[in-house]
């Protein structure tokens, strides 16, 4: 069984660094076919990706946000870290962490988010 | 970067009816599009991918169609439990964007 479960600060103060984690059971991070995203949704807001990383270490971010983004992963640990510089109350949200299913389709790969987590309430206020 | 657009924001329909979202990419994306359902509180769920495909235990009322910048999601027959929002998102291996939200609620 395929689970993600996203962890870190409730609240965060602007200005600061947020750091999260996305445990993973029922796959590798080692698997070619797999990665994993961040993905986040502010109240009543449409979702957001941020940022994605495969097994070779490929990463890729949000265009806007590149500069204030780093992922990472340990594999060993089944972990997927995200970190975040110079957080703002616009970047309160809910943040998702997904595995990126790497599918052989009509036009050769495809990436689609088949499992998610619960989510975190990230809050940022002084 | 690519954006995203869909349409319509938000709908009304009652249950039986057939409704259909459309995803607009502002870039020929071939088929690198996906949908999910968002239910409240709940994290969204994978419908389809690669424009067309369901996937795996996705009622068959649902199907997707397009290629290149126009995209569509497709209800038969809308079910009480398909009442949430669906987002299209297009991902090659660079970038994942999300499409705005369509929210399907009851007439």
């Known amino acids: 069984q395929v689970t993600l479960k996203e962890s870190g600060p409730v609240l965060v103060k602007p200005t600061e660094t947020l750091t999260l984690t996305c445990t993973v059971s029922?796959?590798?991070?080692?698997?070619?076919?797999?990665?994993v995203s961040w993905i986040r949704q502010p109240p009543g807001k449409a979702l957001e990706w941020l940022a994605h990383?495969?097994?070779?270490?490929?990463?890729s971010y949000s265009t806007s946000l590149e500069s204030r983004l780093d992922i990472s992963k340990d594999t060993s640990k089944s972990q997927v870290f995200l970190t975040m510089t110079n957080m703002d109350p616009a970047d309160t949200a809910t943040y998702y962490c997904a595995r990126i299913f790497v599918s052989y389709c009509s036009i050769g790969n495809c990436y689609s988010a088949d499992h998610w987590g619960q989510g975190a309430l990230v809050s940022v206020s002084s | 970067d690519i954006q995203m657009t869909q349409s319509p924001a938000s709908l009304s329909a009652s249950v039986g009816d057939r409704v259909t979202i459309t995803c607009q990419a502002s870039?020929?994306?071939?088929?690198?599009l996906n949908w999910y359902q968002q239910r409240p509180g709940k994290a969204p769920k994978l419908l389809i991918y690669d424009a067309s495909i369901l996937e795996t235990g996705v009622p068959s009322r649902f199907s997707g169609s397009g290629s290149g910048t126009d995209f569509t999601l497709t209800i038969s027959s809308l079910q009480p439990e398909d009442f949430a929002t669906y987002y299209c998102?297009?991902?090659?291996?660079?970038?994942?964007?999300f499409g705005g939200g369509t929210k399907v609620d009851i007439k």
């Open positions: 870039q020929d994306i071939s088929r690198y």
């Open positions: 998102q297009q991902y090659d291996h660079l970038q994942g964007t």
């Open positions: 990383i495969f097994s070779n270490d490929e990463k």
């Open positions: 029922g796959f590798s991070l080692s698997n070619v076919r797999m990665g």
